[in-house]
């Protein structure tokens, strides 16, 4: 079973049982959830959680180095985007765990926003169904340009329409996937045109605004003709 949650709500959960239960947080670098006993990543922070009370598991291979079931519930915040064999992973997080949280960029975030690593950060993006529970899985298309980086504005956007850009799962025994070509192929729009855009609508409907713009153009025109001469 797989279905929406909220951030917030799993929280609680894991406040309520983190004395009882096994929790493990995967690829959160230096940012693990609070009630999680347990951290792993495939870089080696194991230094830094010397002094945070927390065990930290490097993860060299493919195979999550973790018995079956040997957490209660594990916790993948932005984790699966990045994972080369999907299916593989997600396997091996329900042989390690019951139940547990999944987060990932919608694709609105994952077009809107330019990532400070390479093109190809992302290898995979999503959309949830929730007539069929089933969370749909698509290689990365960029379709259209970004033009947002990750900054005051991005965790503005984050706080007021998270709801828009980020899916948040909660499953319990299974997850259920599938891989569906769900995007509708467009033209890429280019930043300037979205921008010319704007202020081409601006204009038509500011008629004082769109004299005083003229004036200016041409008032920076007459200053650049006197530089000339």
């Given at each position: ?113 330019l990532s400070t690593n390479s093109s190809d950060d992302h ?99 007459l200053i650049i003709n006197n530089f000339n001469f």
């Amino acid at each position: 079973m797989i279905q929406r949650t909220s951030k917030e709500h799993v929280l609680k959960i894991l406040k309520k049982n983190q004395n009882n239960w096994k929790i493990l947080d995967i690829g959160c670098n230096i940012a693990p959830v609070e009630f999680a006993q347990t951290v792993a990543d495939v870089q080696n922070f194991s230094k830094f959680y010397e002094e945070k009370n927390k065990k930290f598991v490097l993860i060299k291979e493919k195979n999550l180095p973790f018995s079956n079931n040997q957490f209660d519930f594990v916790y993948a915040s932005h984790v699966i985007e990045h994972v080369e064999d999907l299916s593989f992973f997600i396997s091996e997080l329900k042989r390690i765990s019951r139940k547990g949280y999944i987060e990932l960029p919608s694709i609105l975030e994952d077009n809107l926003v330019l990532s400070t690593n390479s093109s190809d950060d992302h290898k995979w993006m999503f959309k949830f169904d929730d007539v069929e529970k089933v969370l749909l899985v698509e290689k990365k298309k960029q379709l259209i340009e970004p033009f947002i980086t990750h900054g005051v504005l991005f965790d503005s956007l984050r706080k007021n329409f998270r709801s828009s850009l980020v899916l948040e799962l909660y499953w319990e025994n299974e997850i259920k996937y599938e891989f569906r070509d769900f995007t509708v192929k467009a033209k890429k729009p280019i930043f300037f045109s979205i921008i010319k855009k704007y202020f081409s609508h601006f204009i038509r409907k500011n008629k004082t605004a769109s004299v005083f713009i003229v004036l200016i153009l041409v008032l920076i025109l007459l200053i650049i003709n006197n530089f000339n001469f």
